[in-house]
């Protein structure tokens, strides 16, 4: 008997049998790491290309995720990435978290308690 097959008699369907590829592959399996336990956070890369974005990074925020944005789409657009990172930064003060810049193109946003140290230490 192979692991599939133990596998299927664990989940009570050795009768019909299971088809592993089909299950590994569904919607419920989507946010699954079977080879790590899961983690209290992550760091998601996010691009930002509209202020619809904004929401979703809110809410990453606010599942304790650190975001890395991806504003290069946005700097065509001054404006609008102004008023997106205006907002997020907003938000960020709001919720005790915090927000820095890394590069011309790249934002770090960070859920409550954790804070990026802004400034470079000079070595000796």
Not at 3 to 15: H, P, T
Not at 41 to 64: C, F, H, N, R, W
Not at 89 to 111: A, F, M
Request: with cysteine; proline share 3%; net charge negative.
């Amino acid at each position: 008997m192979g692991i599939f097959d133990k596998l299927g008699n664990a989940m009570g369907s050795s009768s019909k049998g299971i088809n592993i590829e089909d299950y590994m592959n569904s919607a419920e399996m989507e946010d699954v790491d079977v080879l790590h336990e899961p983690a209290d956070m992550y760091i998601k890369p996010v691009t930002a290309s509209s202020e619809s974005d904004a929401e979703l990074i809110q809410e990453e925020i606010s599942k304790g995720n650190i975001i890395l944005l991806d504003i290069s789409e946005l700097n065509k657009r001054p404006t609008t990435r102004n008023n997106i990172i205006s907002k997020l930064k907003t938000y960020c003060d709001k919720i005790n978290g915090d927000i820095g810049q890394i590069d011309e193109s790249r934002v770090l946003l960070t859920p409550s308690k954790v804070k990026i140290i802004k400034r470079k230490k000079s070595s000796k």
